[in-house]
């Protein structure tokens, strides 16, 4: 009882809203000026998830100070300003202030698993010590800032497949034998703000890397979340923000199991957040369910399954007012439609997503949504037209993905380019499709997805037939000494 009183700690005092920020982001919707950030982050190298919520978190003053890549993205955008010119404190005045927040703060008797599990974990877009935390929440301490720094330099000189295995290789500490039985004391915003960040590291690992090697990793802030909303938040908002992470956290985990071919346990995560939707009455998170059950639906042979997810999804979705969103949903629709050889039904479900994506971006756009772009439209595009057999138009629009896509996105590269295979192979093009299936093949050191292998294979047994074609017999070749993934 008395761990949970604070009438020790100080009157909260509000955070200043940014005006410098806010004057810099012009006549810029929040997600106009996200988009321009991840531009500029792409032009040094940098990757950083921005979104419009986290640049309404900064106009608001809950971020004092950006972390590293932030800083880097942000000096580069603005040259010649400083952090201060950009409305930000200094760097040493956050740390000095966190210090000092750490020692006259209610102790704690254990770390939240989540925060335990991330707290080593870092990847290219560095954990974000200073920017993920509200420095006037009476009920967080700051007990880790400096050895975050350390971990993000460590991590910066990694790249490639054993970054994704490692940045999640201390996600092990959550899932000892007596983790479930240790006291778990009451959530608050900064044990949601790492479920959160839990949530995007592991999109950002699967963008680059593939399902595999990540799945059976992520499976362990799943649980330690579900040990939150178990133990009880201090603040209504904050257990909605729990809730809402802890959705999306199985989502994440249900899509690595889908992506990774383990079907039933995909259909098994996505119910348990289509279930946390519902207890809350969270409509995001309903429709981003059932928009992965619809398409998880597509991929298991349910086709009539995958029509009725999307349109719920749809239903649920409508009054959220984000038009990219209303698109991708088509798109699931239409593949349902595909599966069942309804290519009236297919067609008018892509018509439907066409002219909603045209709308363009808005501030409703979900975050989850940041891979859907051009070139996803067009590789969901010619997987319908693939699935009803019309190989030529299939793999035109397959080719249009693979060369619209966001470097960023490998993992994406590699099922467009698989599609673009399959396809070319089954319309008669061998010689075209060795090609880009050799391409395939250069990207798996760095990309590891069952989807993506079992496509490959696929086309291999359709090329069988033609060995003799300009490059058929380098690419079956390569193919079957390639590693396969456990």
Known sequence: MASSMVTSSPSPRPPQPNRAFRQLRGQRSPAEFAAAVRRAAREIGERVSC?????????????????YAYERVFLHMFPGRTLTDLGFAPRSSVRGRRAHAAEDAPPSHTTSPVC???????????????????????????DNYEESDVLR???????????????????????????????????????????????RRIRLLDDRHGADGLYRRAAAPLRAAYALLDAGATRQSTADRLHSGAGELAISVGWLAHDSGRFDDA??????????????????LEAHAFCNMAFLARDAGRPREAVRAAQAAQR?????????????????????????????????????????????HSDADPEWMSFYGEAELEGLEAQCWSTLGDWPRAARHARHAARLQDPHFTRNIALYTAELADDLARGGRPDEAATAGMRVLDLLDEVQSSRVQTMLAGTARVLLPHRRASGVSEFLERHASAPRTA
């Open 51 to 67: 979104d419009a919520r986290y640049v309404g978190r900064v106009e608001a003053g809950e971020i004092r100070c950006p972390n």
């Open 153 to 199: 330099r460590a991590f910066m000189t990694g790249s490639g497949a054993t970054v994704a295995a490692a940045t999640l290789g201390p996600l092990k500490l959550a899932t000892d034998a007596g983790a479930a039985e240790r006291p778990v004391r009451r959530a608050g915003a900064s044990e949601a703000g790492s479920l959160e960040e839990a949530v």
């Open 116 to 142: 335990a599990a991330y707290a080593t974990s870092e990847t290219r877009e560095a954990h974000e010590p200073y920017d993920t935390q509200n420095p006037h929440d009476p009920f967080e301490t700051y």
């Open 316 to 360: 649920v979705a409508r009054p959220l007012g984000s038009a990219r969103l209303m698109s991708l949903l088509a798109l699931r629709e239409a593949g349902g439609w595909a599966g069942l050889a309804d290519r009236t039904g297919c067609e008018q479900a892509l018509a439907r997503a066409q002219v909603l994506y045209e709308r363009g």
């Open 267 to 284: 259909r098994s995560h996505y119910a348990e957040a289509l279930a946390t939707a519902r207890v809350t009455d969270d409509d995001a």
